[in-house]
């Protein structure tokens, strides 16, 4: 772009209640390719055409009959959508208290009568740039809220739908509950659910009922880890758990994600399945924080995915009886730092959850976690509570 072409492409509001004055201007700017060239004998008749019209730039005089200069700035302010408008004032005044009298009111710059050129054109083209250089960081952070929220959107989409954990609690007995809270608009943390043996869902009853679940944090935050989230969902998707042996489900995805992530990325992750007619469960973990099963810790170390192929996970087996609750959760809840400095940790969350009432919904659990923590979290939380349902 040339010096003079984001002239060709403003919009500029003269205002002065002198004819000559802008007959300058005018001239100055037609000189350089100015777009288009609006002009106001007064504040009245220039307020009015700044408010309608939204230039890029305003040429204010200051000293006018009526409303002056100092008053059409005040207003124009006072305006949130014209706060950012630069405004260039044309005066006589040359004080160091009268300048900065311009400045508190408003104005973004000023040039003194008689009014130099080339100073003016210089000044204007500075304006106008940062005009545009605004304008166009805004309709980037406006184009990328848009893309962000879209894939909000879809990462909400690939989680359990309220229906099927209708089905779920309906067919198998269980009540499946969580929260999902992106530290960003998207983020790394994945749940989810397969039911396995009774011919899918919607069927089957609690006979041959098995529920596979599982979740998922990926390192690292936003964009890049919420891409990981949707490679790892499409790799489950075609590739099927084995109800019996969570661990080589693990395993079998363990070597994909070998193969697509990249270095230095990874993921922890929780599989187990719940078999409610044996009144078991069956899991494996891969790094995850410890899950909590009636109040108990249970083992969640593993060789996190995506590091090592090849890499071994183990089955690990316990009951899980008619009033059996299971809690599972990111490590946004243990480790994120709360009021007063420090972190809630397993054992504490253990204690919060033991004070709570157990019958509770996730959110309601959370509550003296919420109101200990940062009201932004530095992770993704993601906390998901299965209980036989009766």
């Not at 040339?2 to 004819?19: G, P």
């Not at 710059?109 to 740039?129: C, G, Q, S, T, Y």
């Not at 779920?168 to 809270?181: D, K, N, P, Q, Y």
């Amino acid at each position: 772009m040339t010096r003079d072409a984001v002239f060709r492409q403003a919009r500029i509001l003269v205002v002065d209640d002198h004819a000559a004055n802008r007959a300058l201007v005018e001239a100055l700017l037609k000189a350089v390719g100015t777009g288009e060239i609006l002009s106001a004998a007064g504040g009245e008749e220039g307020l009015a055409l700044a408010l309608e019209q939204r230039p890029d730039l305003l040429v204010l005089d200051l000293m006018m009959p009526g409303m002056d200069g100092f008053e059409v700035c005040r207003l124009l302010r006072a305006d949130p959508t014209m706060d950012d408008m630069p405004i260039l004032v044309q005066t006589a005044l040359d004080g160091a208290n009268e300048r900065a009298q311009v400045f508190d009111m408003g104005a973004s710059d000023l040039v003194v009568k008689p009014i130099n050129a080339r100073e003016f054109l210089a000044r204007a083209r500075v304006h106008l740039e940062n005009r545009a250089l605004v304008r166009s960081l805004r309709d980037s952070q406006q184009r990328m809220t848009t893309e962000l929220r879209a894939a909000r959107a879809m990462q909400e989409a690939i989680l359990p739908s309220p229906a099927v954990l209708a089905d779920i609690r309906a067919t198998l007995g269980l009540s499946v509950e969580a929260v999902f809270e992106p530290s960003s608009e998207i983020g790394g943390d994945l749940w989810g659910l397969h039911r396995l043996g009774g011919g899918g869902l919607g069927g089957g009853g609690l006979a041959g009922g098995r529920l596979g679940l599982f979740t998922v944090d990926f390192s690292g935050h936003g964009v890049s880890a919420a891409l990981n989230v949707f490679r790892l969902h499409a790799l489950m998707a075609d590739h099927p758990p084995d109800p019996c042996d969570p661990a080589g489900y693990l395993e079998h995805l363990n070597d994909l994600l070998v193969r697509v992530l990249p270095r230095g990325q990874f993921a922890t992750m929780f599989y187990g399945v719940i078999d409610r007619p044996a009144g078991t469960l069956v899991y494996a973990a891969a790094g995850a924080p410890d899950p909590l099963l009636d109040g108990v810790a249970l083992d969640g170390s593993g060789l996190p995915l995506g590091i090592l192929g090849g890499a071994r996970h183990d089955n690990r087996h316990c009951a899980f009886g008619p009033d059996s609750t299971l809690f599972l959760y990111s490590d946004a809840l243990t480790e994120t730092p709360l009021n007063g400095g420090a972190p809630l940790g397993e054992e504490g969350l253990a204690a919060m959850l033991a004070r709570a009432d157990r019958a509770a919904s996730p959110e309601v659990l959370l509550a003296e976690f919420r109101a200990a923590a940062p009201r932004e979290l530095p992770d993704d939380l993601t906390a998901v509570v299965v209980r036989a349902a009766h």
